[in-house]
């Protein structure tokens, strides 16, 4: 089993930062990309930001300039700093790890950690 846990959500003003951890942790794998998702309320799941094991990181327009993503392999964890956050930004983020585990590729879901942008 594969368990991903989130971590850092919760309440910030408008213009403030936040940082978001996530860490992938169980049986032996090894991880190619991970990313971060958000949903709002009464809107779909939709990518923030991706970072593959190798190359170079993706951002939806609404996250760049102002949300960076990275990560570490050695802890297999993934981060994404969060600034000039926007009450627009208020939303369950999600982590995602597409993980090779005994042959078989798959993506792995957290349970998700909510931000609130307000003042």
């Known amino acids: 089993q594969v368990q991903l846990v989130e971590s850092g959500g919760g309440l910030v003003q408008p213009g403030g930062s936040m940082r978001l951890s996530c860490t992938a942790s169980?049986?032996?794998?090894?991880?190619?990309?991970m990313g971060w998702y958000r949903q709002a309320p009464g809107k779909e799941r939709e990518l923030v930001a991706s970072?593959?094991?190798?190359?170079?990181?993706s951002y939806a327009d609404s996250a760049k300039g102002r949300f960076t993503i990275s990560r570490d392999n050695a802890k297999n964890a993934v981060y994404l700093q969060m600034n000039s956050l926007k009450p627009e930004d208020t939303a369950v983020y999600y982590c995602?790890?597409?993980?090779?585990?005994?042959?078989?590729?798959?993506?792995?879901w957290g349970k998700g950690t909510l931000v609130t942008v307000s003042s």
């Open positions: 169980g049986s032996p794998f090894s991880i190619a990309s």
């Open positions: 995602l790890a597409v993980i090779t585990r005994q042959g078989t590729i798959a993506p792995y």
């Open positions: 970072i593959p094991s190798g190359g170079s990181t």
